[in-house]
């Protein structure tokens, strides 16, 4: 697999408190966003996803999602942003159709 770099490491070092996302609810530095990327990366290993895998991500936008979809990439993983406009049967339908073997989701009927 190619190098796959993660664009949070290098910014990170140079805008530690500069605002990374601005979305409606909060605005969230590079150095929170670093944190909670890492924080990802470390529970999606302890779950066992691999380099290469394909995690669906079904997640509201926003920061979270941004992070999630960087936790992923950042482990070398394939991110699937599915949309959360369908209904929970075509999103699963979504999930089979990009060969995902995990789910990411802040949605309840998942």
Same mark, same amino acid.
């Given at each position: 697999?190619?190098? &796959?770099?993660? &664009?949070?490491?290098? *910014?990170?070092?140079?805008?530690?408190?500069? #605002?990374?996302?601005?979305?409606?609810?909060?605005?969230?530095?590079?150095?929170?966003?670093?944190?909670?990327?890492? *924080?990802?990366?470390?529970? %999606?290993?302890?779950?066992? $996803?691999?380099?290469?895998? +394909? $995690?669906? &991500?079904?997640?509201? @936008?926003?920061?979270?999602? &941004? #992070? #999630?979809? %960087?936790?992923?990439?950042?482990?070398?993983?394939?991110?699937? @942003?599915?949309?959360? +406009?369908? @209904?929970?049967?075509?999103?699963?339908?979504?999930?089979?159709?990009?060969? #995902?073997? +995990?789910?990411?989701?802040?949605?309840?009927?998942?």
């Amino acid at each position: 697999m190619a190098n &796959i770099r993660c &664009i949070l490491n290098q *910014t990170f070092e140079i805008s530690k408190e500069q #605002a990374a996302i601005i979305d409606d609810n909060r605005i969230v530095s590079y150095q929170e966003l670093e944190v909670y990327v890492n *924080t990802m990366v470390h529970h %999606l290993g302890e779950r066992g $996803v691999k380099e290469g895998e +394909r $995690v669906a &991500i079904l997640m509201h @936008p926003g920061w979270a999602q &941004i #992070a #999630a979809m %960087l936790a992923v990439i950042r482990m070398k993983a394939v991110a699937c @942003p599915l949309s959360t +406009r369908l @209904p929970v049967a075509a999103a699963k339908q979504q999930m089979e159709q990009v060969s #995902a073997t +995990r789910l990411l989701s802040d949605i309840e009927a998942i």
